[in-house]
T-cell receptor, first 109, second 112 residues
Framework: AQRVTQPEKLLSVFKGAPVELKCNYS??????LFWYVQYSRQRLQLLLR??SRESIKGFTADLNKGETSFHLKKPFAQEEDSAMYYC???????????FGEGTQLTVNP | NAGVTQTPKFRVLKTGQSMTLLCAQD?????MYWYRQDPGMGLRLIHY???????AKGEVPDGYNVSRLKKQNFLLGLESAAPSQTSVYFC???????????FGPGTRLTVL
């Protein structure tokens, strides 16, 4: 069975500092990985997906199959990045997502 | 487009009471999901549906039932609520062939 692990429940950085939110997964097939974000008093929304290889709001994430990781990075954190971030995995064939435990990011002024 | 809506937003139940949470989507999506969100545990899938009239169990289905009588609606029922079901419940939907799930605003349920 697949599993997603986010080892940090809480992460606090200062504005302008680099930030990295860790995500590790276990899955025997070829997964699709996503990052979802939930800002305060807003609904959960998709931030980015690995197949798009895109940068959204300055965030990037690279799928490392050797290390089974999909860490989320931003070189210069902003206060508006403060939110709960979830890493999620979708099986190759299927419609279900498996979410990690979530990391609460706080960017201090 | 309202997207995904959930009713009610908040609810307090006593142990043993029953209730139904309603999820509605106006995007003509085939897939619909119910999750619960608990601190330190992320989102866990309760039940899901791949189309009208079909439902399937997710990761934590015990104590819940669902129905998908209409394509736009996905109902989550608690027959006999327990304190362990205190949580925030999220509904989501997805179109066929798409990767992104669209979430509702959540329902905060407290069982005393």
């Amino acid at each position: 069975a697949q599993r997603v692990t986010q080892p940090e429940k809480l992460l606090s950085v200062f504005k302008g500092a680099p930030v990295e939110l860790k995500c590790n997964y276990s899955y025997s097939g070829s997964p699709e990985l996503f990052w979802y974000v939930q800002y305060s008093r807003q609904r959960l929304q998709l931030l980015l997906r690995h197949i798009s290889r895109e940068s959204i709001k300055g965030f990037t994430a690279d799928l490392n199959k050797g290390e089974t990781s999909f860490h989320l990075k931003k070189p210069f954190a902003q206060e508006e990045d403060s939110a709960m971030y979830y890493c999620a995995l979708k099986e190759t064939s299927g419609s279900r997502l498996t979410f990690g435990e979530g990391t609460q990011l706080t960017v201090n002024p | 487009n309202a997207g995904v809506t959930q009713t009610p937003k908040f609810r307090v139940l006593k142990t043993g009471q029953s209730m139904t949470l309603l999820c509605a989507q106006d995007m003509n999506h085939e897939y619909m999901y119910w999750y619960r969100q608990d601190p330190g545990m992320g989102l866990r899938l309760i039940h899901y549906s791949v189309g009208e009239g079909t439902t399937a169990k997710g990761e934590v289905p015990d104590g819940y039932n669902v129905s998908r009588l209409k394509k736009q609606n996905f109902l989550l029922g608690l027959e006999s609520a327990a304190p362990s079901q205190t949580s925030v419940y999220f509904c989501a939907s997805k179109r066929t062939g798409g990767n992104e799930q669209f979430f509702g605003p959540g329902t905060r349920l407290t069982v005393l």
